[in-house]
Structures are given as C-alpha cells and as structure tokens.
C-alpha cells in the first residue's frame, strides 16, 4: 500500500521560509514522477512543482520560479520543497502527490496523494 506523507507546513510571515516533506513508502520502484500542488479555499488544485525521480528534471509554475526549489533524496523516498520568499498568496493546504507520467501540472496525472499540511503565510 503506498502511502505518502507530507509535514513542514506551518505559519510564517511574508518573506519567510518553509520546507515541505513528502516520505513516499510502499512504491514498488519508483514512482516516475512526484509533485506538488496546493489548494486555497474555494480554488481549484494548483500544480505548484514537480520531479521527474529518474533523471531529477524539475518543473515549476511561473509564480513560484526562483523561489521554490524542488529536490529530492532517493535514499529516503523523500521528496522536498524549499520554499523562500513567501507570499500570502502561497497560503494553502499543500500536498505531495505520486504518478507515473503525464503532464506534471495535472492532478489526473498522480496515481497517489498524501493528507497534506497546511502553509499560512500573513
């Protein structure tokens, strides 16, 4: 049973830093792509960032670029995002989510999402 689990989310205030975990167990292999998205209130979910676990390409939506990094250590299934810089519009319920390819932006792209943790930026 695969199962993801993010933590790291927290309230900062603008300007600030976060890290975002995401420990994936139970894949067999490894899953080809991992991303992040977040979802406000009454939004849809926003693809934030993603990694391609193979060869370590990233991607990022315009609004993020240059100030959330994605990376990830494949010795402990772990998936991470650095967040600088925070804005208020980056307020959200952040999850990580698992896919095996796609377009990395898309939801219907993951197989597998954790509970997510929620980032509040003032």
């Known amino acids: 049973q695969v199962q993801l689990v993010e933590s790291g989310g927290g309230s900062v205030q603008a300007g600030g830093s976060l890290r975002l975990s995401c420990a994936a167990s139970g894949y067999t292999g490894r899953p080809v792509c991992m991303g992040w998205f977040r979802q406000a209130p009454g939004k849809e979910r926003e693809g934030v960032a993603s990694i391609y676990t193979g060869n370590g390409n990233t991607y990022y939506v315009d609004s993020v670029k240059g100030r959330f990094t994605v990376s990830q250590d494949n010795a402990k299934n772990t998936v991470y995002l650095q967040m600088n810089s925070l804005k208020p519009e980056d307020t959200g319920m952040y999850y990580c989510?698992?896919?095996?390819?796609?377009?990395?932006?898309?939801?219907?792209?993951?197989?597998?999402w954790g509970q997510g943790t929620q980032v509040t930026v003032s």
């Open positions: 989510g698992a896919g095996d390819g796609g377009v990395w932006s898309t939801p219907e792209s993951y197989k597998y």
